[in-house]
C-alpha cells in the first residue's frame, strides 16, 4: 500500500496530524508513507507521485490544493482521498488570534471594537471563501480524519465516512528522565495565541497563588502577561517556539514539576484533543488540568487534578505545590496510562488496518 500526504508544515498540528502518524506507518511496514516534499521530489515528479498512491491525505486548509492538482490533465489518481482536521472552525472564538483567518463577522470585546473587517489582516470576504472551501471539502473527499469523536460527530454532519485518529504520543522522542525537583517548583503551560480566555479564567487564582508560594511559571510558544500582576514578572519565564522536532527534548531539559492545563468550556474547545495532557504526561509530570471535554473523557483523580471552578484549580494547586508525594503519584499514574493507552506504536496498527480497509488497492 502506498499512503502520500500533500506537503505539511513542520508545526505542532502538522506533526501530530500527518508527521508522526506516517512514522507510525511505515514502522507497520516499511516504506508505506510518504509526505510531498516540493523540493526533494521534484526529480521523481508529481503526477507520477500521485498516480502510484493508493491514499492520499490532505491537512485542513490544503484542501483548495488538491482540487488544484487534481484537476491536471496529465494526473489519472486512483486513489481514496483523505481530508484530515483537528478544529471545529465554525465555532472560533473572536478572543482566539485564529479569528483572523476564520472569523465570519466583525467583533466586538467589552464594548470595544476587536475584529473590523479590513484592518489588521481580517478580511471578511477572504474568511469566507477559506471557510466555504473547507465545507466544501468536508463533503467531497472520500474520507475524513478527526481528532476526538465528538470532532467526528461534527464532521459527519458533511460526510458519513469519518475515522477518529486520536493524537498519540511517540515514546522513541517522549520519555521519562529522574530529573531532580527544583527549591522553587517549575510550573510550565505551552501553546498558541489563541488561549487568552482560558488564562482569564484562573485569572485570580493565580495572583493569589503567585503571593502566598514560591515557584517560576514558564510560557511556552505564547505569552499572556497582562494576567499576572507586575510584581510578580520576574517570576514569569517567556520562552519562543521550537522547531518540533526540538519539542520534546526542551520540555525535559526544562525539568517541570507541574503542569497547568486551562481550558475555558465553550463550544470551540470542546472540539479540541487532549494533547497538553498527553504530552506532560509522558514526561510523568502531574498537571491541574480543566475538567472539560476534551479534558474529562481522558483524566481521572487519579492521573490529573481536574478542577471546574477557579476555587478548586487553587486548592489542587496548592495540594501539588506542597505535597511531593502527590506530585509523584499522579505523575506515575498519568504516564501509566497514556503509554497503554495514547502510545503511536499501537494506534499506527489500527491506522494502518483502517487504510488497508479503504485503499482501492487492497
Known amino acids: 500500500m502506498k ?12 506533526y501530530y496530524r500527518i508527521r508522526k502518524p506516517f512514522d507510525g506507518l511505515n ?4 516504506g508505506c508513507a510518504h509526505v510531498l516534499d516540493i523540493e526533494k521530489d521534484r526529480d521523481v515528479g508529481l503526477p507520477h507521485i500521485m498516480n502510484l498512491a493508493d491514499v492520499i491525505f490532505v491537512r485542513q486548509g490544503g484542501e483548495i490544493g488538491y482540487r488544484k492538482i487534481t484537476s491536471m490533465s496529465d494526473l489519472d489518481i486512483h486513489a481514496v482521498s483523505v481530508l484530515d482536521i483537528d478544529d471545529a472552525i465554525d465555532y472560533i472564538s473572536p478572543l482566539s488570534d485564529f479569528y483572523r483567518e476564520y472569523g465570519l ?4 470585546f467589552d464594548g470595544k471594537p476587536l475584529w473590523k473587517d479590513g484592518e489588521e489582516g481580517f478580511d471578511l470576504s477572504a474568511n469566507r471563501l477559506r471557510v466555504k472551501s473547507l465545507h466544501v471539502g468536508l463533503q467531497t473527499f472520500d474520507y475524513v480524519t478527526v481528532t476526538t469523536p465528538k470532532l ?3 464532521a459527519g454532519k458533511f460526510n458519513k465516512n469519518v475515522y477518529v485518529n486520536p493524537n498519540t504520543i511517540d515514546f522513541d522522542v517522549w520519555y521519562r528522565t529522574n530529573h531532580r525537583e527544583h527549591k522553587r517548583l517549575r510550573v ?3 501553546g498558541s495565541p489563541s488561549h487568552y480566555q482560558d488564562w482569564y479564567t484562573i485569572k485570580k487564582p493565580l495572583a493569589k497563588l503567585f503571593k502566598e508560594h514560591d515557584f517560576d511559571l514558564y510560557l511556552l510558544g505564547s505569552s499572556y502577561m497582562g494576567i499576572f500582576p507586575k510584581k510578580y514578572h520576574n517570576r514569569i519565564k517567556v520562552l519562543p517556539w521550537t522547531p518540533f522536532e526540538a519539542h520534546s527534548f526542551r520540555m525535559n531539559a526544562l525539568e517541570p514539576d507541574i503542569a497547568i492545563i486551562p481550558l475555558e468550556a465553550n463550544e470551540f474547545n470542546s472540539y479540541k484533543s487532549p494533547i497538553k495532557w498527553l504530552e506532560m504526561s509522558a514526561l510523568g509530570i502531574p498537571s491541574v488540568v480543566s475538567n472539560v471535554t476534551p479534558y ?6 487519579k492521573t490529573a487534578m481536574p478542577y471546574k471552578t477557579a476555587k478548586q484549580f487553587y486548592e489542587s494547586m496548592v495540594e501539588l505545590l506542597t505535597n511531593r508525594g502527590v506530585r509523584k503519584n499522579i505523575g506515575n499514574a498519568a504516564y501509566q496510562q497514556v503509554f497503554t493507552k495514547h502510545n503511536l506504536v499501537n494506534e499506527s496498527k489500527r491506522l494502518y488496518d483502517f487504510l488497508c480497509q479503504i485503499s482501492p488497492s487492497k
Open 3 to 14: 499512503i502520500l500526504s500533500l506537503p505539511v508544515g513542520k508545526d505542532g498540528c502538522s
Open 27 to 30: 514502522i507497520v511496514e516499511e
Open 105 to 108: 463577522s466583525e467583533a466586538e
Open 152 to 154: 467526528g460527530k461534527y
Open 188 to 190: 510550565i503551560w505551552g
Open 296 to 301: 474529562k473523557e481522558v483524566i481521572s483523580t
